[in-house]
């Protein structure tokens, strides 16, 4: 079966602190994709990030930037210099090219920008 | 390019009733996702159509169905709501498979069962 796990329910920092945002995907699946989404408070889901499982490089796209780990089975994102506009509900996600070929969601982290 | 379209964006519905939604994939999409938003299960999976067909299904009962006409467009239909189906739920295209292609969703559909 897969999963994905982000542990971190909610999260606040104040602006321009940098936050990571954990995580945790469990698959059988040698070939598989991992995503990231935001959600901001509209409810339209944002794609941000799309990773395949024989591509271990790190990613940078601005202020974000991704660390993708098969050793520890870990997806995290950093937002670097955060900022109000960064608030919003992140989800991690995972699919498998064999087995359930169904997309799974973590449960997302709420993450709160103070100004 | 337009981005993924649904109607109607807020719906109030009985229990009993049936619901319609409708989805229209980003142009040259050929697969439609479902999913269903709620606080307490978060989002799941309800199926994927792709060039009409249905490839997989989430676990949800009967009375959940879809259907993807020729033109890649998407309806999902409840029958007989639940106060439990009151939801937000998203489409999502994709070129290829969902389980492959990276998805773009659609704003949603929040439904409301009273």
Redesign the interface.
Known sequence: AQKVTQAQTEISVVEKEDVTLDCVYETRDTTY?L?W?KQPP??????LI?RNSFDEQNEISGRYSWNFQKSTSSFNFTITASQVVDSAVY?CAL???GG?????????TKLQVIP | KAGVTQTPRYLIKTRGQQVTLSCSPISGHRSV?W?QQTPGQ??Q?LF?YFSETQ??K?NFPGRFSGRQFSNSRSEMNVSTLELGDSA?Y?C?SSFG????D???????T?LTVL
């Open positions: 994709y995503f989404y509209s409810g339209e889901l944002v794609f799309r989800f699919s498998e090219a359930y070929q169904k997309v799974t969601f973590g449960t997302g | 996702s999913y978060g989002l999976f994927e490839r997989n989430g937000l998203l999502a498979r969902g389980s492959t990276t998805q773009y969703f659609g704003p949603g929040r």
